[in-house]
Each structure stands twice: as C-alpha cells, then as structure tokens.
C-alpha cells in the first residue's frame, strides 16, 4: 500500500496523559499537513510542512500540541496533558509542491481516533 | 462568518433524482476550490477540482462564481452509492493550507 498511512488507527487515552501519532506520507510528497475532525464537522487545519520546515501553526494548535518531520519524510504529532476535548480522528495528508507552488492533490490517511476517557 | 460555509443536510433523495449543492466562501482572495467526498469513518478523497469555466465528469457537475463568492456541485442520476459527505474546498490565495466547510450529508434511497 503506497498511500498515507496513520498510526495507530485508534487511540484511547486517559486525560493528563501524553499521546503521539505517526504519520507516513506518499513517500515522493515534500507537503505534509495535519488536520482534526469531530463529528459533524468538517477538518481543521492544524499544521502543515514543507519537507522538513513547519510553515505554518494554526491558532487551534495550542501549546500542548507539538508536530515534527525531522527528516522530511514521516512526520509525529504530540499532544501533551491531553483533555477531553482533544477527543476528535487526527487526519494526515500530504501532496507533491513542483516549482511556481504547483500543488498536486492532497492524499488523505485513514487518520488517527482519539479518545480521552 | 466561517470561510466556508455549507448547509448540513441531510440531503434525502430517491435513487435517480439530480440533487445540487451549494456553498459559499468569504475570502475573495481564494484561489482553489475543490469538492471532497468523505464516506462515515473514512478519510476525504478528491471528488473534483473546480474551474472557472465550469467542469463535468461524468454525472457531476462543478460550477464557481467568483462574483457570490460560490461553489456548486450537482449530481445526476443520484446512485445509492453516492450516499456520502461531500465536503467543499477551498484554497485561499498566497496560503498553502486547504479550508473544509463542515460538509453536505447526501442519503440516495431506494
């Protein structure tokens, strides 16, 4: 399976605990971003990387919340002294930029269910 | 005002009815517009682009009016396996990041 690929595909937490998910991107696409979802919503835009570099932190992303790509390829996402509010699926995707910021489509994993009990 | 705005639904229609949907956008720079569809408990996956000059594969149809600030999708022939969410896009201009409205839920019924 040459897709995006999330783990672990559910997570079950209990609130102050620390949690991290793994993200493995198409492995040619540079892009990378992290998105939440609760039910009944669309996703929201959390963090995105431009191989290795984090470009951009969305104001939801608060300090409890840490995303590294250390290499440019997979990518963790860390969410310290989780609450329950975290409860949401932590969706991953990434793209293929080519030169003028020609962007290709966005490939999303299966995501990451996370429950805070 | 969120930026991207849908109306929830759910959409009920019979198998074989056209059904259209629409949404809105508030930033007037946004460049990219795109219709997602995302199954109960699975991931989005690309439905289609949107183009300026309107775009059809197969039975659906993607409109944008950059005056209202509008995207449209309309289906076809409805299948009972098009009962899904179909999220709307969009990619503001100078930003790199994708904006999900909250989704349009369609049930196709026997």
């Known amino acids: 399976d040459t897709g995006v690929s999330q783990n672990p595909r559910h997570k079950i937490t209990k609130r102050g605990q620390n949690v991290t998910f793994r993200c493995d991107p198409i492995s040619e696409h540079n892009r990378l971003y992290w998105y939440r979802q609760t039910l009944g919503q669309g996703p929201e835009f959390l963090t995105y990387f431009q191989n290795e570099a984090q470009l951009e932190k969305s104001r939801l992303l608060s300090d409890r919340f840490s995303a590294e790509r250390p290499k440019g390829s997979f990518s963790t996402l860390e969410i310290q002294r989780t609450e329950q509010g975290d409860s949401a699926m932590y969706l991953c995707?990434?793209?293929?930029?080519?030169?003028?910021?020609?962007?290709?489509?966005?490939?999303f994993g299966q995501g990451t269910r996370l429950t805070v009990v | 005002r969120k930026e991207v705005e849908q109306d929830p639904g759910p959409f009920n229609v019979p198998e074989g009815a056209t059904v259209a949907f629409n949404c809105t956008y508030s930033n007037s720079a946004s460049q990219s517009f795109f219709w997602y569809r995302q199954d109960c408990r699975k991931e989005p996956k690309l439905l289609m682009s949107?183009?300026?000059s309107g775009n059809e594969d197969g039975r659906f149809t993607a409109q944008l009016n950059r005056a209202s600030q509008y995207i449209s999708l309309l289906i076809r022939d409805s299948k009972l396996s098009d009962s899904a969410t179909y999220l709307c896009?969009?990619?503001?201009?100078?930003?790199?990041?994708?904006?999900f409205g909250t989704g349009t839920q369609l049930k196709v019924e026997l």
């Open positions: 949107v183009y300026s």
């Open positions: 995707a990434s793209s293929l930029v080519e030169g003028e910021g020609k962007n290709t489509e966005a490939f």
């Open positions: 896009v969009v990619k503001p201009g100078g930003g790199n990041k994708l904006t």
